[in-house]
Nanobody, 120 residues
Framework: QVQLVESGGGLVEPGESLTLSCAASERFLSSWGWGWFRQAPGKPREFVATVRTSSGTTIYAESVKGRFTIWRSNAEKTSYLQMTQLKPEDTAIYYC?????????????WGQGTQVTVSS
């Protein structure tokens, strides 16, 4: 049973940056990947970004492309999501996920989520 723990959420102003981390309890198989998803109040959970463990290949949602960057450190068993040029509409609970690639909203393992609030 893989456990995922997110950290790094908080309150920031529009235009600022924030980096989220997701630490895994054990190393993944090379065929696995990491994903970040988010859920705003009253809205369904949506895909943000994913990265493959072996190749580092990334995919982003159109809404965050060019502003967010996902990467993983296999040695650290950690995934990161750097968020820049944050907007109020980025406010949500951000969830880390992991499992066989590609990681979708049906991923095998999920973290507990971390709140990101963008407000002036």
């Amino acid at each position: 049973q893989v456990q995922l723990v997110e950290s790094g959420g908080g309150l920031v102003e529009p235009g600022e940056s924030l980096t989220l981390s997701c630490a895994a309890s054990e190393r993944f198989l090379s065929s696995w990947g990491w994903g970040w998803f988010r859920q705003a109040p009253g809205k369904p959970r949506e895909f943000v970004a994913t990265v493959r463990t072996s190749s580092g290949t990334t995919i982003y949602a159109e809404s965050v492309k060019g502003r967010f960057t996902i990467w993983r450190s296999n040695a650290e068993k950690t995934s990161y999501l750097q968020m820049t040029q944050l907007k109020p509409e980025d406010t949500a609970i951000y969830y880390c996920a992991a499992g066989p690639a590609p990681v979708t909203d049906r991923a095998r393992y999920w973290g507990q989520g971390t709140q990101v609030t963008v407000s002036s």
